[in-house]
């Protein structure tokens, strides 16, 4: 995941977030309710409820102000502008993006609750609607139950290794809160989401705030996507395991948490326990004055969204299944003004490969206004962009890419 899951989990925010203001209602109206909900969350997972949940009321502008802090707190001025330059590299998000300020706006419209696993404490806003209060206290207060039982704030830094590693733990924790609240919700109809992935698919569904939200709609798909991922692909993980494994499955998920988004995405890996490769970068032979800023895994979620957006969902879903791990790094001299993208994937056979690397060069001639070719075989593509010279190379199931190189040297 190229934008650092700590930009995104200042927070454990539920994406249900009311389209109207709620009608005036005291405090303690709402949070008198979460003992008997926390104590129906507990025997719905088998997981002790240790002590009662603090329960308060919260602005949107108190919301806008504490993710604030916490982004300032979680990344550095540094760790924004490298995970902004990497977006813009990749075509993620055009040139001007302010990523910093699209995640605090897109956040604090989205939040209808939170809960603090550092204060240990569950806040919801005053823009909640009545009829949506009910479901944001089940999903906040399954993080706080997590929380008492497998420590939330380590869970996620134990995970800081990997960036597709560290989304998918968070796909853990926000898909485990977002099944409870929905099996929560289907026991007060008489129903279950227990062996029925029919009803957790179209429960997942709700959770998808698209046509609703102003900041959300405009955002850039890259941003879209990974903020909806650990909710909706986070909830079926946890059906899969729960309908393998029963109760058994709300511990072992972060007792032996998944490594990847791929894992989210397909089950089966996880169970298989299918490790990512760390393909090779290619080596740049760059000149004196380059230095690393940023680097790391690029999972099947990242490909995902990068095919989606250059080719259509339809070739997301053809090619992205068969990914087997991918990485990037950036290298900048400040002087020169130049930042160089090293980037490898591999694939599970030659022939996914080719078929990438052919797509991977529609990808460049749509991500940059102009695009010429000076070389090129079957194997490999040679030419210039907006942002200087590429080298895109296919090697068996491996794909690399070079890009923003200085002028070659005759």
């Known amino acids: 995941m190229l934008i650092k899951p700590a930009v995104l989990r200042t927070a454990a925010f539920l994406l249900v977030a009311a389209a109207a203001p709620a009608a005036e209602s005291p405090r303690d109206v709402l949070c008198n309710q979460a003992g008997a909900i926390a104590s129906q969350l507990a025997g ?8 009662p949940v603090p329960c308060d009321f919260i602005t949107k502008e108190k919301v806008n102000e504490f993710l604030k802090k916490r982004v300032k707190e979680a990344t550095t001025p540094e760790d924004i502008r490298a995970e902004e330059l990497t977006l813009k ?3 993620f998000v055009p040139q001007d993006f302010n990523l910093e300020k699209t995640t605090v706006d897109l956040l604090t419209e989205q939040a209808a609750a939170f809960y603090d696993y550092d204060r240990k404490k569950l806040f919801v806003t005053d823009m909640t609607a ?5 479901p944001v206290l089940a999903h906040e207060l399954s993080h706080a139950i997590a929380d008492q039982n497998f420590n939330l704030g380590r869970f996620i830094r134990q995970g800081r290794q990997s960036d597709d590693g560290s989304t998918a ?13 929905s099996e929560y919700l289907a026991r007060q109809l008489g129903q279950s989401l227990r062996n029925s992935p029919s009803m957790a698919r179209m429960m997942s569904a709700l959770t998808d705030s698209s046509g609703q939200f102003p900041v959300y709609d405009s955002a850039p798909l890259y941003l879209r996507e990974t903020l909806i991922f650990p909710y909706t692909k986070g909830m079926l993980f ?7 494994d029963g109760n058994a499955g709300f511990g072992e998920v972060f007792r032996k948490p998944p490594v990847s988004t791929q894992q989210i995405l397909h089950p089966e890996k996880y169970f298989e326990n299918t490790q990512p ?6 080596d740049p032979k760059l000149p004196h004055g380059f230095k690393g800023v940023t680097g790391g895994a690029l999972g099947e979620l990242d490909h995902d969204v990068l095919l989606e957006q250059y080719a259509g969902k339809a070739v997301a879903d053809e090619i992205g299944p068969h990914w087997r791990g991918g990485a990037y790094e950036l290298r900048e001299n400040k002087k020169a003004g130049r930042v160089v993208l090293l980037y490898a994937v591999q694939w599970d056979s030659p022939e996914i490969a080719r078929r990438y690397f052919e797509v991977y060069r529609q990808v460049l001639q749509k991500k940059w206004k102009k695009m010429t070719v000076t070389a090129q075989t079957a194997t490999s593509l040679d030419g210039a962009g907006d942002d200087g010279r590429f080298e895109l190379r296919l090697d068996g199931p491996v794909v690399t890419s070079l890009e923003g190189l200085p002028p070659a040297i005759n």
């Open 44 to 51: 719905i997972s088998g997981l002790k409820l240790h002590h």
């Open 89 to 91: 590299k990749f075509g």
């Open 130 to 134: 009545p009829a949506t209060q009910a």
């Open 169 to 181: 733990r968070l796909a853990v924790m926000e898909g485990q809160a977002t099944w409870l609240m």
């Open 238 to 244: 946890q059906q899969a395991v729960i309908d393998r």
């Open 277 to 282: 490769v760390d393909p090779p970068l290619p």
